[in-house]
Structures are given as structure tokens and as C-alpha cells.
């Protein structure tokens, strides 16, 4: 609670104080007038001086000055009737404020929460200096530099780590709540905390360009993007409000002039009085502050929830777009698959799955690849395990496009695509697997070959499936790959259509279609991490980027970033979007529709002052706790 909060929250307790001793008291006269008066000052001077305040700007209509013109209406009511009924417009303004102090304290635990869960930048860095540890600004540290992480301590920049093992904890950037163990090798992102060991990391970034800092952006950002009901909430706002005011005058003025002229009544102040006093409660119930308050913190609330599963969505706007899509894209490379070469099959010479001749198959192609840098290269020489003997090979020919000829133990060896074993006259058996084919002959006999393919993320056909449930109604597939590979990949993931052999252009022309062939309300997901998909992140309704390991260019492309780059949490954040409008929906139904009511009941005359700020005020307490739901969803 904050210094503002609790100077209200003091103001109400002294005012029911004070109305329970008045009660009690019962004080008559002048007396009378002057203590509920002061009551009446004392509980809602901020909100006459924000009234008079925005008279002065040219805002005159708005629900400070509902609140003023009615309260002030019916302290003057009182006061010429000489009824000294002053206790209303005082009880008018104590429920008010008791509205607007839960409101407040509402919108503050909300911002609370999400600035909890984004309190993750850090304050310095350690760099080592003449065999000491010293603290610098992050904002010092050049790209790089080695700086050291304690145990305890957040990681202050993106970087690779060096020397140390620890555990490490990402739960405030992916909602993740396992530590996540890593070691010399492993890339680090800045924003976790280190656990357990000391950490020497080589920063890759600068600290304005690592993943803290764009977190921290992105989530600024949010909150300046409005969506459609947001935004037509703001106008309604603008219009209904003088719309009220002159409509609480007409009913002030034409009823009693009705029966003036028409009904043969006497011009008095009791023929206008009854209906000034109805005029007055009209102004009360009219306030529409349920719908001004409850709408941005129901999307505020959303991408909070959002937020602390690892989702950031940069705006209300976004998230409500995200509640329409139906069709979501993937694509295939570092989104689906792991983006990395591994063996996943062995091979005779007749293209039967073998596993007592792997173990020749794999030396022989590991020791002919040991001196390339080559990604096929590297995959077969992390599939054999071992340190390849290069003095095991001698007389080394590398064919460019085609492979590797080495002598290995004296034998001539070859190992690479299909056209160098043509060159050589041996004609290998047709993989039926699809994937990168390596072939090996060995003295001009074939031997067989190995499969390496982009392996798929453990989470991929959950992932699918789940969107299923929330109701997407078509997933596609795009991809660079050749066709074989991309079809075996979307039928293992269970994906509707798959489109291969794309370039960046073709996958923007594909999106497109897709785009065109909806309906207009349907929208389009595109979800992707690399560079080569910034154009169509920013083609799509909405852009879905791997947040951990894709570009920069990819992230700020897009409109949602997944933290940990898991696709399970594309189904979440739909399903979170989508209660958020419905929350959205129900706040707005039920408003207008208790207001309509106590407005008709208001016009004639069966409801008092007492009933429309009180159905005012629940209502608008209806509506914040029902906004704040949006912060919490079901687990998938």
C-alpha cells in the first residue's frame, strides 16, 4: 500500500468515525450544517478540487464532476428545504471514495505484481581488476569481457560462460520454475539468478542490447498500446459523460415545466424541487467509472498473467488480437526442431537399420571429417564420442560439394553426398528416411550410409496439440528444407499443411494467402526465430518470437515473445487473451446493464441517493475484481 492509499484509506476510517459519532450526537441548526459540512470537505476535497480543476482545463465532464455536481446538488437540496438531511450527500461521498480507494489498491497490487515479477534488472556487474573483484555499472561492461557471477547474484549481461558450473534460476523471464544447470560452453541470459557456484562469463552483448534490457523495454512499451475496446471505452467515456450531464438538466428542468404549462401547476421550487433530486441521483448512478477503470486493468491484468508465464505481449492492442486467431504458422527451424544436426539413423547397403556395423560406419566418417568445420562434420564427430585418430588418415582430398576422399588405416575411403559416389562408380542405395544423407564406400565397395536431421523439440507435439484445444482451427508448417524432410516433420507433429523449399519471400507470399483465404474477423499467427523471419513476424496478425535463442531482428519484430522458447506456451498465452475478453465483455454487460436499470429506476423516483452511489460503487468493485482474474489462468 502506498503513501496515497494510506492517507485515503485514514480519511474513510475518520469519516465512518465521525458519521457513527454524528449519529449518535444528532447536533441540530447551524451546528448541524457546519460539522457535516466539514465532514463532508474533509472526505472529498480531492475530489472537488480535481473537478474544479478540470473545469479550469476545459475537461469539465468527467466523473469528478458527476461526484461534485451531485453531492453539492443535494447539500443544497437539503439546505433550502431546511430538512437537514446533509447526511446524504456526505454518504454519497464517503462510498465514492471507499470505491475509488479499492480501485487504487486494486490497480496498485496488479502493477505490484508484474513489477515483481520484472524486478530483474540488475545493479552492477563484477569485473575482476588486478586479481580483485570490483563492482561496475552493466552499462561499463564492453562485449567480451569477462565478469563474475556469485552465487545469489543476477546475471547482469547475456554471455557464454567460461569456467564454473552452477544451477541457475529463470522463473521471473520464462515462468519456468526448474533451476537450469549449466556449465563451461553454455550461453546465460542476463535478467536469472545464479544459485549455486561462481560463474566467469564472456559477455556477448551490450547491456542496452541484452535480454534484461529488452525485457524491460518491451514491457514499458506495453502499456502505451491500446487495444479496440480499450480505445472505445476512452470514447464512450468522452461522449457519454456531457451526454449524461445534459441529460440529468433535461430532466431537472422539462418534467416540471411539462406540468407547468400542461397539468396546470403553480410555479414553485417544490414542483422542481423532486425532480432536480431525481436529476441529481441520475448524475450519481450515470458514473461510468466501472467501465473507465475495469477495462485497461482487465488488459493490464492480462498481460501480467502473461508476463509471469513467460509471455511477453507488447500491448493490450496485441492481446486482443491474439483472442481472434485461428490459423497459427510455424516455422520449422529452431521452432520446431532443435536448429542443429544430429544422427538419427544408421543404414546398410541395402537401407536396413543397423546397429552392429554403426560403430565402423561412424569412425570412418568422423576420422574423414575430423579436420572439417563443416555442422555435418561436427554432428558425426559429436555422434562418435571420441577424439577422432587423425594419424590413422592419411592423403586427404576434400571435393567441394561433394564430400571427403582420405586414406584410413590404408583403405580408401570415401564419405560424403550421393554425386561422389557416382564419380567413383558406386551406386548407393535411395534412403527411404528423410534427412541429410551421408554415404560411405570403403575400398570401392559401398558400406552404407548415415542419416542426420534436425531433431524435434521434445515439446513440439504438445504444443500442437494443445492449440487444437484451445480451438485453432489450422496449423501450417513453412520451411527452407526440401519437401521429404519437411512433410515427415509436420507428420510427426501432427501440423495440417506443410510448405518446403521456401524463401524468406515465399514464406511473406505464404502468409499472405493464408491471411486472404480467412474471414475477416479470424486472425493469423506466425511464430519464428530467426533473422529470415522478421518479415513475416511483422506480416502476420500477430508475430510470435522465440525469446531466449532467436535474432534480435525476429524479437523486435514481433508482437508476443515467448522467454524459454517453448511453443506450450503459445496455447496458454491464447487462452489467457481470450479470458481476458471475456472478462472484458462480462465488466462492460454488466455495467451498462445495472446502470440501465437504476436509471430508469432513478427517473421515476424509486431509487434515492443512498441506492445509486451504492450500486455505483459495487459495481465498480464487481468489475476490478473481476478484471483482476485476467492475471490467472489454468495450466495446460
Not at 476535497?45 to 451531485?70: C, H, P, Q, S, T
Not at 496449423?475 to 495440417?496: H, S
Not at 441517493?609 to 482474474?629: K, T
Amino acid at each position: 500500500m502506498n503513501r496515497e492509499q494510506r492517507i485515503i484509506l485514514t480519511r474513510i476510517i475518520i469519516s465512518a468515525v465521525m458519521i457513527a459519532g454524528l449519529l449518535i450526537v444528532n447536533p441540530q441548526g447551524v451546528t448541524r450544517l457546519v460539522v457535516y459540512l466539514a465532514l463532508y470537505l474533509f472526505i472529498g476535497y480531492d475530489i472537488l478540487k480535481e473537478a474544479a480543476e478540470g473545469i479550469v482545463r476545459g475537461r469539465v465532464f468527467d466523473e469528478n464532476f458527476l461526484m461534485a455536481i451531485a453531492t453539492v446538488g443535494a447539500f443544497a437540496l437539503a439546505l433550502y428545504e431546511g430538512s437537514g438531511d446533509y447526511l446524504e450527500a456526505v454518504a454519497v461521498m464517503f462510498f465514492y471514495q471507499i470505491g475509488e480507494f479499492f480501485q487504487s489498491y486494486a490497480v496498485g497490487k496488479s502493477r505490484r505484481n508484474i513489477s515483481e515479477l520484472m524486478d530483474i534488472r540488475p545493479d552492477y556487474a563484477n569485473v575482476e581488476q588486478d586479481g580483485k573483484i570490483i563492482r561496475v555499472s552493466p552499462e561499463d561492461v564492453a562485449v567480451g569481457q569477462t565478469i563474475v557471477v556469485q552465487p545469489g547474484e543476477k546475471v547482469p549481461i547475456d554471455g557464454v560462460v567460461i569456467e564454473g558450473e552452477s544451477s541457475i534460476d529463470t522463473s521471473a523471464l520464462s515462468g519456468e520454475s526448474l533451476p537450469r544447470d549449466v556449465k563451461a560452453g553454455d550461453e546465460i541470459i542476463s535478467g536469472s539468478i545464479n544459485i549455486s557456484g561462481v560463474l566467469n562469463v564472456c559477455t556477448t552483448k551490450e547491456f542496452g542490447n541484452s535480454t534484461v534490457s529488452k525485457i524491460m523495454q518491451l514491457v514499458e512499451d506495453s502499456a502505451s498500446r491500446k487495444s479496440k475496446s480499450e480505445d472505445f471505452i476512452a470514447k464512450f467515456a468522452r461522449i457519454y459523460t456531457p451526454a449524461v450531464c445534459y441529460g440529468a438538466l433535461a430532466l431537472a428542468l422539462l418534467p416540471p415545466l411539462f406540468l407547468i404549462v400542461f397539468a396546470g401547476e403553480t410555479l414553485s421550487f417544490a414542483t422542481f424541487g423532486s425532480w432536480a433530486y431525481r436529476a441529481l441521483v441520475f448524475l450519481v448512478i450515470s458514473c461510468p467509472c466501472a467501465l473507465v477503470v475495469s477495462i485497461p486493468l482487465s488488459f493490464f491484468a492480462g498481460i501480467g498473467g502473461a508476463s509471469r508465464n513467460g509471455v511477453l505481449v507488447k500491448g493490450a492492442n496485441i492481446l486482443e488480437t491474439l483472442s481472434k486467431v485461428k490459423t497459427v504458422v510455424f516455422d520449422k527451424t529452431g521452432t520446431l526442431t532443435k536448429g542443429v544436426f544430429e544422427v538419427i539413423a544408421y543404414h546398410d547397403a541395402d537401407d536396413r537399420d543397423i546397429q552392429s556395423q554403426k560403430e565402423q560406419l561412424l569412425e570412418y566418417a568422423a576420422i574423414a571429417e575430423s579436420s572439417s568445420s563443416h555442422p555435418i562434420a561436427k554432428s558425426l564427430q559429436q555422434a562418435y564420442g571420441h577424439t577422432p585418430e587423425r594419424s590413422r588418415m592419411s592423403q586427404i582430398k576434400e571435393i567441394s560439394g561433394k564430400g571427403i576422399i582420405a586414406t584410413i588405416d590404408g583403405k580408401s575411403v570415401a564419405v560424403g553426398n550421393e554425386k561422389l559416389m557416382l564419380d567413383y562408380g558406386i551406386t548407393p542405395c535411395r534412403c527411404k528416411k528423410a534427412g541429410t544423407i551421408v554415404y560411405l564406400s570403403v575400398e570401392g565397395k559401398y558400406l552404407g550410409h548415415i542419416v542426420l536431421g534436425d531433431v524435434v523439440k521434445p515439446e513440439a507435439a504438445k504444443a500442437v496439440a494443445d492449440l487444437r484445444q484451445v480451438g485453432i482451427t489450422r496449423t501450417v508448417m513453412l520451411t527452407g528444407d526440401t519437401k521429404a524432410v519437411a512433410e515427415q516433420t509436420a507428420l510427426a507433429l501432427g501440423i495440417d499443411q506443410v510448405y518446403g523449399e521456401l524463401l524468406p519471400t515465399d514464406k511473406v507470399s505464404q502468409v499472405e494467402k493464408i491471411i486472404n483465404s480467412q474471414t475477416k474477423t479470424d486472425k493469423t499467427a506466425f511464430v519464428g526465430d530467426g533473422i529470415n523471419d522478421a518479415p513475416v513476424l511483422s506480416r502476420a496478425d500477430v508475430g510470435i518470437a522465440m525469446g531466449a535463442m532467436g535474432s534480435d531482428a525476429a524479437i523486435e519484430a514481433a508482437d508476443v515473445v515467448l522467454m524459454d522458447d517453448d511453443t506450450t506456451k503459445i496455447g496458454k498465452a491464447i487462452r489467457i487473451s481470450r479470458k481476458c475478453l471475456r472478462i472484458v465483455r462480462e465488466n462492460i454487460v454488466m455495467a451498462l446493464g445495472v446502470k440501465g436499470i437504476c436509471l430508469i429506476l432513478g427517473i421515476v423516483g424509486i431509487v434515492n441517493m443512498w441506492l445509486a452511489i451504492f450500486a455505483d460503487v459495487v459495481v465498480m468493485v464487481l468489475a476490478v475484481l473481476n478484471a483482476i482474474r485476467a492475471m490467472y489462468v489454468r495450466k495446460i
